[in-house]
Structures are given as structure tokens and as C-alpha cells.
């Protein structure tokens, strides 16, 4: 085979060579003038999905704050919560009451009857004692699904 052919196409050529250009000779590059188009401002589109999106998005968060300083705030319910005997009872009588909020214009308040009182008393020491035993089993639960951080009976490599 003779290179010079295949660097300037000066010597012999080799015919396995002009198979393969007569084959690859459709891929060739075949160069053509630059065709720009009469009027670009008219070919040219402008894609808005993206300013659109971005217009709703605002739109909606403006419309939830809006509507979230609007509504007028509720007061949290206490969920209803099954009641808990404890370990060792607790008598009534040995709680301390809560001190009676001053009298205000503004607000109605009911007041309690001395045994609606020890009533209330005596259930949020028992929610606060179902809340302490659920507190301390999601602990146990916890501490029973961590690894541990020390690998036992690891040997020293070295």
C-alpha cells in the first residue's frame, strides 16, 4: 500500500481503499452557503412556560397568606386522650388549686365549681402521666432500633 495516496492522493491507489471510499463516499461533507433567514424577529419564539410558572407560583403563595392572615384564629382542642390510672394514686384533696385569673371586661370567664376544679386537676395529672409513660416507651423503642457505634470483638488490623 502506498501512503502517499492516502495523504494527498499523489502515488498508486490501493483498490480495498477506493471500495471504501466509493462506499463512505455518500457521507462525505458537502459544504454549503450560509442561508440566514429573511426576517429573524419573525422565526424567532419566545417560550413564557417559565415566567408563567413562576407568576403562578407567586400568585398562589400571596392568595394562601392572604387567606391564612384573613381566618380568624382558633383555639387548639385538647384531643381526647384515654385515662391512665397511675401507680400510686394521687388524693384530690392534696393538689394545689390554681390561682383564679382577675376578673376582665373584655372576657366572660366561667368559673369553676370547686369540684369541677379538683375534676380538671385531677385529669391533667393523669394526661400528663399518660404522656410521660408514652414518652418514656418511644425512648425504649428508639434506644432498641439504633445501632450501636462500636463495633464488639473487632480486632485492631496492623
Known amino acids: 500500500m502506498n501512503e502517499d495516496y492516502l495523504w494527498d492522493k499523489s502515488g498508486e491507489?490501493?483498490?480495498?481503499?477506493?471500495?471504501?471510499?466509493?462506499?463512505?463516499?455518500?457521507?462525505?461533507?458537502?459544504?454549503?452557503?450560509?442561508?440566514?433567514?429573511?426576517?429573524?424577529?419573525?422565526?424567532?419564539?419566545?417560550?413564557?412556560?417559565?415566567?408563567?410558572?413562576?407568576?403562578?407560583?407567586?400568585?398562589?403563595?400571596?392568595?394562601?397568606?392572604?387567606?391564612?392572615?384573613?381566618?380568624?384564629?382558633?383555639?387548639?382542642?385538647?384531643?381526647?386522650?384515654?385515662?391512665?390510672?397511675?401507680?400510686?394514686?394521687?388524693?384530690?384533696?392534696s393538689l394545689p388549686l390554681p390561682p383564679t385569673p382577675p376578673a376582665s371586661p373584655k372576657r366572660h370567664l366561667r368559673v369553676l365549681a370547686k369540684h369541677d376544679n379538683q375534676e380538671a386537676v385531677a385529669a391533667k395529672q393523669q394526661l400528663m402521666f399518660a404522656l410521660r409513660l408514652a414518652s418514656e416507651k418511644l425512648?425504649?423503642?428508639?434506644?432498641?432500633?439504633?445501632?450501636?457505634?462500636?463495633i464488639k470483638n473487632q480486632h485492631r488490623a496492623g
Do not use: C, H, M
Open 139 to 150: 425512648n425504649a423503642a428508639y434506644r432498641r432500633t439504633q445501632t450501636p457505634t462500636q
Open 13 to 93: 491507489p490501493d483498490p480495498e481503499i477506493q471500495q471504501l471510499e466509493g462506499i463512505l463516499g455518500t457521507l462525505r461533507y458537502q459544504p454549503k452557503p450560509l442561508q440566514l433567514p429573511k426576517d429573524p424577529a419573525a422565526t424567532r419564539r419566545r417560550n413564557y412556560f417559565a415566567l408563567l410558572a413562576i407568576a403562578a407560583t407567586v400568585a398562589v403563595a400571596l392568595l394562601t397568606g392572604g387567606l391564612w392572615l384573613l381566618l380568624p384564629k382558633q383555639e387548639a382542642s385538647i384531643p381526647s386522650v384515654a385515662f391512665v390510672t397511675p401507680a400510686t394514686p394521687i388524693p384530690i384533696e
